[in-house]
């Protein structure tokens, strides 16, 4: 895994299959812990309420 916090795309959706929490249950962007789930195309996606990165998980 070679990616830094830098490198997080705000508009693009993640897979947490291929980029895991680096600490479980924390947004790998800002480290806040309060998300927002919503279902899309089937899947769970998270988004985190401070700073709007979407995650699959
Ligand atoms: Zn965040």
Request: one cysteine or more.
């Amino acid at each position: 895994m070679n990616y830094s916090n830098e490198n997080i795309d705000l508009a693009a959706i993640y897979n947490y299959t291929e980029y895991p929490d680096k600490q479980a249950g924390r947004c790998d962007n800002c480290d806040h812990s309060h998300f927002q789930s919503k279902v899309k195309d089937g899947k769970f996606l998270r988004e985190c309420r401070n700073c709007g990165m979407k995650e699959f998980i």
